[in-house]
């Protein structure tokens, strides 16, 4: 995901001496890229691309901390200001919290929220404006634009309610099948279920959690008092109902990404003092903060040699910890914010090499040549093969390997992950019930006693109604490998063995003399029997005799069909009286073998 960032709304959160240009190319770097840098009148802006694996850098304060880390390796000063972390956890009031709260703890990791009253609802500032802008985020009020400022300054999601809409409780829940919520962009989605959601006291859905607020508790201009609401919810959940309602956010990219919740409170108590600055509103009552399992601090540890053997450099130990302490990383302690993605040495490798410079790795040719004899030797055939018959109008496609029927020869799985997948094919006919023309070259499994079972590469051209037409496909790829092809012809596919047709098949074909005599053609028309195969006869008038060299098809008419024949010898000129007794064969063969009626005389 992309974020945009101010120049002037990032040097609040980090001390440089680095011009706007380097901060981009050093960010890009050694940490996340900076796709473009753009001039405005008085600014500039960062567009930063973020991976999803760091949801800490989807904010100002999440860049800042990477720059302030990442500057120094190039000779600039930099240091993070304001780190939010280190604000005290305080409770200014101890009044009681004027609703009931009940939180379903796998749901919603941490619950945060206090109430801020008498508030004054007007327009933000306009540096607010501004910087919520070239975010592309529209500037309402002061008090939503306070939730969107935070979590675009810190990377938590931040709601706001009108306390004063809410009926006495807030339960925070799985939605039931085709419960209803009206969202803040007046859209009325109806809830599959197992969604996070929040109910009231009347049962009214009042925040569609991770998504979009309720219309029924949303702030207004009249709003005087506000529940200001920080939290972390179940990612999986998060992610299920954006995927399902097609609805996306901010905070929906955000949560999905499991920020970290040791966030969510240093967030509220910054909430409150912007509440207090924008809108002269006033804490009123104490905080909530319902944290059943609190970060425990991860410990991973990382040998010295392995960093030296993983990036071929000799770095000392000093080095290695004043990179990591830069990061948040001291005493082999994963700071809270990166939690999700460092869990072994190697991550720590990573991030030693990325602060200390992939660029300054060494770059070491291979010493020996790059290996030429590909395990894989029919590759090329298989493709050239895939590349004619789509050249011929057929579909290549892939079909599960793991068939539900158990058919005679076939291996059934021990450890089959369903039912429906059980048993290894040893032939491709029943994975091919598509209507259209298509093909497939795929493996086939038949048995061998106590050893594993053999592999059988075979070819099916498949969905083919009109028979000559799949017969010509074969034919058309029985000269293209120089070989003649055998098939096994079921229905409308044909499933020829190809392992025995790559041992055999040729790039070229054998050489042939070329005859200096004239050939001579003579066209034969046979009414055929229905549904007779043409194949088998322009192979049985082809082996009548050694003059002739070819037999094509080239009229049909209902049951009609003239074959042209091509006559040539090597040693003379024919003569009418030569190919007479060879078309009185051919005419008799065909008349035995297939009940072809010639028509006209001989």
Known sequence: MNITIPHSWLTEYLKTDALPQKIADCLSLCGPSVEKLTKTKDDYLYEIEVTTNRVD???????????????PRFGFSARLKHDIYQIPTRNILADLFPLKITV???LCFRFTAVVIKNVTVK?????????????????????????????LSYGQPVHVFDLDKI??????????????????????????????????????????????????????????????????????NIRRTSMNLAHRTEATVIFEKSPDPELVMPVLLQGIALFKKL?????????????????????????????????????????????????GFIN???????????????????EVARIYGYH??????????????????????????????????????????????????????????SSDWQYLRNSLIPSHTQSFPAFEIANTYHPRPGKLPEEKLQLIISGVRDFPRLKGIIDVLSAKLHYTLSPAYNSSAAVIDLSTIIKNSRAYPHYQPVSSHPPMLEDLTFTLPEKTYLGPIINTIKSTHRLIKSVQLSKTYQQNYTFTITYQSLSKDLSAADIAPIRKKIVSLLKTKFQAQLVGKI
Request: glycine share 4%.
């Open 332 to 350: 082999n302690l994963v700071p809270s914010w990166r939690a999700q993605d460092i869990n072994i040495p190697e991550d720590i490798v990573e």
């Open 57 to 71: 850098c989807l904010s100002v304060m999440g860049i800042a901390r990477e720059a302030s880390a990442i500057l």
């Open 360 to 417: 300054r790795l060494p770059s070491q040719i291979m010493a020996t040549t790059i290996p030429t004899n590909y395990p894989e030797e029919n590759f090329h055939l298989e493709h050239q093969i895939k590349l004619w018959l789509t050249g011929l109008g057929l579909n290549e496609i892939y079909t599960n390997s793991l068939v539900s029927q158990n058919r005679p020869g076939q291996l059934k799985i021990k450890n089959a992950l």
């Open 167 to 236: 009926k006495s409780q807030m339960i925070l829940r799985s939605s039931r099948p085709k419960e209803t919520i009206t969202t803040l962009d007046g859209k009325t989605h109806l809830l599959p279920g197992n969604d996070i959601v929040i109910a009231d006291a009347n049962n009214r859905l009042i925040d569609l959690c991770g998504i979009m607020g309720g219309l029924n508790s949303s702030v207004a201009p009249q709003t005087k008092n506000v529940l200001l609401f920080v939290q972390t919810y179940n990612p999986v």
């Open 104 to 106: 379903d703890p796998k």
């Open 279 to 327: 809108t002269n509103g006033e804490q009123g009552s104490k905080i909530i903060d319902i944290y059943p399992h609190p970060y425990k601090p991860k410990i991973v540890k990382t040998p010295l040699q392995l960093i030296k053997e993983r990036l071929g450099i000799e770095i000392t130990q000093p080095e290695v910890d004043k990179i990591l302490k830069s990061l």
């Open 123 to 151: 327009a933000s500032p306009k540096n607010i404006q501004s910087r919520l802008e070239s975010a592309n985020i529209r500037s309402l009020n002061n008090v939503i634009d306070i939730s969107n400022y935070l979590m």
